[in-house]
């Protein structure tokens, strides 16, 4: 039974998966003739108009610069965070950790109007500036509660010698639980790059010009009122998703490592 549900699950995964990148390299009509059909007639034309009509690569640079902005940022802050909260007493610690998870609780829906109008009154519209600080402060909440499920696991033996040998709690943060905490920092990176480059909200909330588009919102593109272009959205998807590939494929060891760690206190 088990292997039937896996089989499912990877056929529900895999053949959407085949039909993008096979549509990525046909035409239209072949597309529309065979939708689920290998491509008979491969070419890279789709390619060479996305990455250069479409100004795909500079496209892509905005999201570049955006995530990796924002991705060490919110790593930064949230293990600032979470080392408080692992650190503080009892009550301090459950007080700072439920004002993070209020940030978790409220849509992001519901504050879109206040921030559309504090963001056009500093200025911060059509800025990847403006990006880069929504995105920080919106997953700061979840950069915060995955590291301090960790940090908490801890044993507090670790802060005792550090003190003992006259380090600070500067000190103790960077030489002790930054480096403890790593294969926790690795998954909450790839969690944080996964929800930052896959953002449409909010460049299609805060970003009118052209050239500061994000990939998310350049796909959006593709898709008109009465006509799709499905062979040019296929493949500024598969585009789009290199990247993240890249990145799990790198950091794979390390996110389960990272999301197994604080199950269980040794």
Do not use: C
């Not at 460049?203 to 499905?230: S, V």
């Not at 493949?235 to 999301?259: D, E, K, N």
Request: glycine share 8%; proline share 8%.
């Amino acid at each position: 039974m088990r292997r039937l549900i896996l089989g499912v699950y990877a056929t529900l995964i895999v053949v959407p998966l085949l039909v993008i990148v096979g549509g990525s390299l046909k035409t239209t009509p072949d597309l529309f003739a065979a939708p689920f059909g290998p491509p008979t007639d491969p070419t890279l034309d789709n390619y060479a108009t996305v990455l250069a009509e479409q100004d795909l690569l500079g496209v892509l640079g905005n999201s570049v610069l955006v995530v990796s902005v924002s991705v060490p940022l919110t790593l930064l802050l949230g293990s600032l965070a979470a080392y408080a909260v692992a650190r503080l007493p009892r009550w301090p610690s459950r007080l700072l950790f439920g004002i993070f998870a209020i940030g978790l609780a409220v849509p992001a829906q519901a504050v879109m109007i206040p921030q559309y109008v504090q963001f056009e009154r500093l200025g911060l519209r059509n800025s990847l500036t403006g990006l880069i600080l929504v995105n920080v402060v919106v997953t700061l909440p979840v950069a915060v509660f995955i590291l301090a499920g960790f940090m908490r696991t801890l044993p507090g033996e670790l802060y005792e010698a550090a003190e003992i040998d006259g380090a600070g709690p500067w000190a103790t943060f960077w030489r002790i639980a930054v480096p403890v905490s790593a294969p926790s920092l690795a998954a909450t990176a790839i969690f944080l790059l996964v929800m930052h480059w896959n953002d449409l909200l909010y460049p299609l909330l805060f970003i009118d010009e052209p050239g500061k588009r994000t990939l998310p919102l350049a796909l959006l593109g593709f898709q008109g009122e009465y006509l799709t272009d499905y062979p040019l959205l296929f493949t500024g998807v598969v585009v789009a998703s290199l990247p993240m590939v890249l990145a799990y494929a790198f950091l794979q060891r390390h996110f389960v490592a990272g999301i197994t760690a604080g199950a269980v206190k040794g």
